[in-house]
């Protein structure tokens, strides 16, 4: 298992892969996941971790390539990569996202050892929410060129959501018997909180909850000034925080839209996450563009609260039902929804049990893992790699 990524670490990136490899694991899997020196080493594992070496000069751990990442880091978890294969006999290598993707071909030349691509997203829509001095323009295209060379050189892909495993298809070239959308799980137990454990802020007021980072993609700014609208339809409730992310520019963009006053920043840790939301009235996820589904999202549905999301990264949601999901971009709505969901708990309620009843019965990582497995069944038994498989060009 290939992480490009701090490890464990709480983002979806990181937790797709640790409850990947645990279930796996619990299945009979012998797991071996190699990763950067970066991530929480107190919590215990059941299955081995491989770290690069210490690279002091590098920190970062929010989402994101970065050109030390890629000239320094990702060179050393191909050459580990290489090592663990040999040593540990390993049958299939399963490399998440695109930097993981990378490291694997590198890491695999000239052994014969399938490599899974776990496609998370697509990088022409997400390359352009990051720095690296490039203009959007120069961003999105390096992101295109990739999505049409590198996915169909792995063996097998297994997509975040059926859309990206669509796409893969169709603009990647990859052959549609070696794609499948493997739909994330959520810990639903960790999300069940008992009525003495609910957090329950002192003021009082009806509260919208966000959790997560602050990166450009998390869309907080479009919160922001959604509440700022809602403040306006003369509503008092507040906007919790639950993020361990610096508020930076997005304080001053709270006080020039006078809502600064009516925030709550949470600075815990996940422990404390599943209390918080618990205490909420609704959720709330304002990012726009996401080929996947923000983990967030699965984390809000199992805490059995209605969410109020753009419906770029709401394709779980079924509007109505369980959730609302509003224009990209269309911040009057985004608060109209809010204020009738908190002003109507009889609908809020049942948005919300909805919500937690799909991912309980839909949503487990056991069944990701069943579906992990056929993709490990196919690279095995055929031997036939999809980039041998006759395609056309992608468009």
């Known amino acids: 298992m290939v992480a490009a990524c701090p490890f464990p670490f709480e983002r979806g990136t990181p937790v797709r892969i640790h409850r990947m490899s645990e279930a796996l694991t619990a299945r009979g899997h012998q797991v071996e996941l190699v990763t950067y020196h970066l991530g929480d080493r ?18 970062k751990t929010d989402a994101g390539p970065s050109y030390q990442k890629l000239a320094v880091c990702d060179p050393l978890l191909a050459r580990l990569l290489r090592r663990v294969i040999r040593e540990q006999g390993c049958e299939v290598v399963h490399a998440h996202h695109f930097e993981g993707l990378l490291t694997a071909l590198w890491a695999t030349r000239g052994m014969d050892v399938p490599v899974v691509f776990d496609c998370h997203t697509l990088l022409m829509s997400e390359l352009r929410y990051y720095g690296m001095g490039l203009v959007k323009r120069a961003k999105v295209g390096i992101g295109r060129w990739f999505d049409a060379k590198l996915p169909r050189r792995a063996d097998f892909i297994t997509a975040v959501t059926e859309d990206i495993a669509r796409q893969c298809v169709e603009r990647c070239g ?48 479009h919160l922001f000034e959604a509440f700022a609208k809602l403040k306006a339809l003369g509503s008092d409730a507040r906007l919790m925080l639950v993020t361990r992310s610096p508020m930076g520019e997005l304080e001053a963009l709270a006080k020039r839209l006078d809502i600064l006053d009516r925030i709550d920043l949470e600075a815990v840790d996940f422990a404390g996450v599943p209390a918080r939301l618990a205490g909420a009235q609704v959720a709330v996820n304002p990012r726009i563009d996401c080929d996947g589904i923000p983990q967030k999202l ?38 109209r929804a809010i204020h009738e969901l908190i002003t109507d708990p009889a609908r809020a309620q049942a948005m919300g049990t909805a919500a937690r009843e799909e991912v309980r019965t839909e949503r ?32």
């Open 42 to 59: 107190s919590v215990d594992l059941p299955f081995n971790v491989h770290r690069i070496r210490d690279v002091k000069t590098y920190t």
């Open 174 to 221: 990859v052959p549609a018997d070696r794609v499948a959308a493997v739909v994330n799980g959520v810990e639903i137990d960790t999300f069940t909180i008992a009525d003495q454990d609910v957090y329950r802020p002192a003021h009082g007021k009806p509260t919208a909850v966000f959790t997560g980072n602050f990166a450009a993609y998390q869309g907080v700014e």
């Open 364 to 395: 487990t990582w056991t069944a990701a893992a069943q579906k992990i497995e056929h993709a490990y069944d196919v690279v095995l038994k055929t031997g036939m790699p999809a980039a041998a498989t006759p395609q056309s060009e992608p468009a």
């Open 298 to 335: 699965l984390n809000y549905m199992a805490a059995g609260k209605p969410t109020v999301s753009f419906e770029g990264s709401a394709k779980i949601l079924r509007d109505g039902v369980t959730g609302v999901r509003v224009p990209n971009g269309d911040t009057d709505a985004f608060a």
